[in-house]
Structure formats: structure tokens, C-alpha cells
């Protein structure tokens, strides 16, 4: 438990100083360099990242897996794996920097690919050698790893921007970051575990094997990475840079706010696989309070977001991005979709319903870049923006509908659930007046104080209307802290 307890407080420690300089870092380079400049960044770090969904194919979360179970077997899975990326990251180069011509992008654009393109590789080979600390349950490096990278490329992408350096500078700091990053994890696990991978152990049928056992992790790694790429991809391809920039902007908000449902439900996902086996009754009952609670989260961060459109995107990234405010308004409509299909994916993958969550996301793919292909050359940036956020709804009422299965199964329809359709209804209520409120004082008190205002309110008129209490707070803290 103390393993567990110290592991976790390292590496949520590094995730939090992780995005607070990645947004300042973000900002900061927004305000900077514009917003054409900024989708031509965007656009390459997506480009690359599509490519890069090849070289991963989940063999890093088997690799954690296998590692924690055949720890004799560690230097023979770290061998294969790395030799096979190094083989396919080469493979996936090539055909990067071959589409980039058939496409016929400007130099500038080619160059920001290509050093996007290492950065991808280096990150994926710096990941396969944390996966072996993770099997054996020691997050610490990886903990410092993730402070190293951020803390140097904000330093010298920021020496970059003061220097008025070109653009693809910014992609070279993250080079150097992932180069430090990748000889830290390498020079440690040699260091310390005397683990250091040899090419001579690479096996065709080891790899073949691992490939098989990762057919599942790879397909939701593939979907996952076109379904948050494409879009960017397809609006560069069919719009103009800028509108990549101001899309970008927006967007930024709702993936920088996915990290509250990951880290709340990655605590409770264990409670969810044991009482699928266990106890349905309380498997039922720990879901309703897990939907609950991420629509009391995020609500207020929706409607108080969508209130404030204007200020927060004018005061964070300045008038050039002041056509950023409504796709801003439109995606922060999805997010709370976004926060309770987590927690439906999340669920339904504690079931054994994995192919399920493939298949849906496989659809959201497909319907995505098919009506991106449709409406981006009739509304750009707005019509990504509302694309983005259909398929966020689709996506979570398809998921719905066999999380419903299961609870018809185990005990009732989800619709007969009073208390937790009550709980929704006095979310709504609260979210509500909130939102009446900031709507009527946005110009009244400065927005960051309102922000914090208008949330403390919330939560007052939650507890006036019992929709919480201070003792299911605390319970359920220690709850998520235990686990």
C-alpha cells in the first residue's frame, strides 16, 4: 500500500506541474506568435501524431503488463519491443515525409513535420522504457522524467519566442526535452535495474506474439489518436492555416479539462471491476454516484464557461482570437457529454465490454471525418466545432444505451433510477441560476474573481437543495484516496 500510495503522489505531482506549464506554455506561445503561425505548429504536431499511431499500437501497455507478471523476461520484451519501433518508426518516417510531398506543403510546413515526426518517435521509445519502471511498480523516474521534459522545453521554447526565432525552433525544444527525457529513463533503468535492451535477443515470433496480445489496446490507441487528430489534419487540408489556429484555441479548454474525468475515474475503475464480479447492487450504485458527481463537476465549468466566452478568450489569448469564441462556446457545450462517456467507457470496459467501446468509437471516427470532409469547406472552424461536438453526444448516448443493458440485467432501466435522475435535474437547477447570474455580472466583476464566485455559489445552491452533502464529500474522497 505504501508502494501504491508513494507511486501515485509522484507521478499526480508531476501531472499537475505538467499542465500548468504546458497552458502557460501554450499561452505563451499563442500570444506570441498569432494565430496563423499557431496552426501551422498545431498542424504539424497532429500530422505527426496520426503517423505516430503505427509506432505505439499499445505495446507499451502490454509491456507494463507482461513486465509485472515474467520479470525474468524483462530485457527479452524491452529488446524486441525496441528494435520492432525503431524498424517501424523508420517505415512511418518515410511515409510521413512522402505523403508531406504528395500533398505539396510549403517548405516551412515539411520542416515542422519532420520535427514533429521526432519528436513523436522519441516519445514513443522514451514511453517504452517507463513502462518497464511501471512494471515494476516504480514511478518515481518517470515522475522526474515528466518534469524534465516540460521544464526545458518551456525554457528554451520561451528563449526561442523572445529571440523571435523561426517557428520550428519551438518543435526543436521539444526535441531537446524528449532527448533529455529519453537519456534520463534510459541511463536510469541501466543505472539502477541493469535492464539495457539488446538487438541481438530480437525474436520474430516474441513480437508476433506481443503484437497479438495488443490487438485490442491498439485498435482504441488507433481510434483514440485519428478521432483527436483528423480534424486538424482535415482543416489544414481543406480550410487555411489560421483557421487551425483559431479551432486550436478553443479546443485547447476542453482537452486540457479531460484530465478531471481520466484521473476520478481511474481511481474508481478497480471498485467498478470488482463489484461486476461481486456485487451488481453496489456496482449499479457506485456508477450512479461517479455520473453524479462528473455532472455536478462539470455543468458549471460548462455554463459558466459559455457565459464567459468572451472574457476568458479575450484575456487569455487577446483580440487576434476573438473569432475563438464561439467554437469556444460550442465545444464547451460537449463537455460535459465528454466527462460522463468516460465514465460510461470506463464502465463498460470494467464489464468486459471492450469491443463495444471500439466498435462505438470506430463510428465516431468514421462519421467524424466524413462530415469534417463534408462542412468544413462550407463553415470551417464553426462546422469542425459543431462536428466535434455532435460526435461527443453521439458517442455518449451510444454508450448509454449498453450501460442501460447491463443495469436491465443487473437490477433496473437507468431511466427508473429516481435519485439519480433527481440529482441531474437539481445539477441542471443549480448550473442554471449560476449561469443567469454570471451572465448579468461579467461586466461587472473582473472575470477570474467571478469564475471563483460563481462556483462557490454552485456549490452553495447544491447543498440548499441536498443534491450534496459535506459527509458525501468526504466519504467519497476517502473512498477515491483508498483506491
Given amino acids: 500500500m505504501k508502494t501504491v500510495t508513494k507511486n501515485t503522489t509522484y507521478l499526480m505531482c508531476a501531472f499537475v506541474i505538467q499542465k500548468i506549464l504546458t497552458f502557460l506554455y501554450f499561452i505563451l506561445i499563442t500570444r506570441s506568435i498569432g494565430n496563423i503561425n499557431l496552426g501551422k505548429y498545431i498542424f504539424a504536431l497532429s500530422f505527426a501524431a496520426i503517423f505516430s499511431i503505427f509506432i505505439d499500437l499499445g505495446l507499451n501497455q502490454v509491456l ?113 526535452g524528449g532527448v533529455l527525457n529519453f537519456l534520463f529513463v534510459f541511463f536510469t533503468l541501466s543505472k539502477n535495474a541493469f535492464i539495457v535492451p539488446k538487438i541481438a535477443l530480437f525474436d520474430k515470433k516474441i513480437i508476433f506474439l506481443l503484437l497479438k496480445i495488443t490487438i485490442p489496446f491498439s485498435l482504441i490507441l488507433i481510434f483514440s489518436r485519428i478521432l483527436n487528430y483528423s480534424d486538424v489534419v482535415l482543416l489544414k487540408n481543406l480550410a487555411d492555416d489560421k483557421s487551425v489556429g483559431l479551432y486550436s484555441v478553443a479546443s485547447k479548454f476542453v482537452v486540457a479539462l479531460q484530465f478531471i474525468p481520466t484521473t476520478f475515474l481511474a481511481a474508481l475503475y478497480p471498485a467498478f471491476s470488482n463489484y461486476f464480479v461481486s456485487s451488481k447492487k453496489l456496482l449499479v450504485s457506485i456508477f450512479e454516484k461517479a455520473f453524479t458527481y462528473l455532472i455536478f463537476i462539470s455543468l458549471p465549468i460548462s455554463v459558466i464557461s459559455i457565459m464567459l466566452a468572451d472574457k476568458i478568450i479575450l484575456g487569455i489569448f487577446g483580440l487576434e482570437f476573438v473569432n475563438s469564441i464561439i467554437p469556444f462556446k460550442i465545444l464547451m457545450v460537449g463537455l460535459p457529454f465528454i466527462f460522463l462517456n468516460t465514465t460510461n467507457v470506463t464502465f463498460l470496459t470494467a464489464c468486459n465490454k471492450q469491443v463495444i467501446n471500439t466498435v462505438i468509437l470506430g463510428i465516431g471516427v468514421v462519421a467524424s471525418i466524413i462530415l469534417n470532409i463534408i462542412f468544413i469547406p462550407l463553415h ?65 466583476i473582473f472575470w477570474p474573481l467571478l469564475i471563483v464566485l460563481s462556483l462557490f455559489f454552485y456549490l452553495l445552491i447544491l447543498f440548499l437543495i441536498k443534491g450534496i452533502t459535506v459527509d458525501e464529500i468526504k466519504m467519497s474522497w476517502g473512498k477515491i484516496i483508498k483506491k
Fill in 64 to 176: 507494463v503488463k507482461e513486465v509485472a507478471k515474467y520479470k525474468e523476461k524483462i530485457i527479452i520484451y524491452l529488446s524486441n519491443i525496441f528494435v520492432f519501433k525503431i524498424l517501424v518508426s523508420s517505415v512511418c518516417f518515410l511515409l510521413m515525409i512522402l505523403v508531406a510531398n504528395l500533398l505539396n506543403y510549403s517548405l516551412e510546413i515539411k520542416i515542422l513535420i519532420y520535427c514533429a515526426g521526432a519528436v513523436t518517435i522519441l516519445d514513443s521509445l522514451t514511453a517504452t522504457f517507463y513502462a518497464i519502471w511501471r512494471g515494476l511498480q516504480n514511478l518515481k523516474y518517470e515522475a522526474i522524467g515528466i518534469i524534465i521534459f516540460q521544464v526545458t522545453v518551456f525554457i528554451f521554447g520561451a528563449i526561442a519566442i523572445l529571440l523571435k526565432l523561426p517557428l520550428f525552433v519551438l518543435i526543436l525544444s521539444l526535441i531537446l
Fill in 380 to 444: 470551417s472552424y464553426i462546422g469542425v466545432s459543431y462536428i466535434a461536438t455532435i460526435t461527443f453526444i453521439a458517442m455518449f448516448f451510444m454508450t448509454l444505451f449498453w450501460v442501460n443493458k447491463i443495469f436491465s440485467e443487473s437490477i433496473e432501466s437507468i431511466w427508473k433510477c429516481e435519485r439519480l435522475i433527481k440529482n441531474i435535474g437539481k445539477a441542471f437547477f443549480a448550473a442554471t441560476v449560476i449561469g443567469l447570474v454570471t451572465f448579468y455580472l461579467k461586466e461587472i
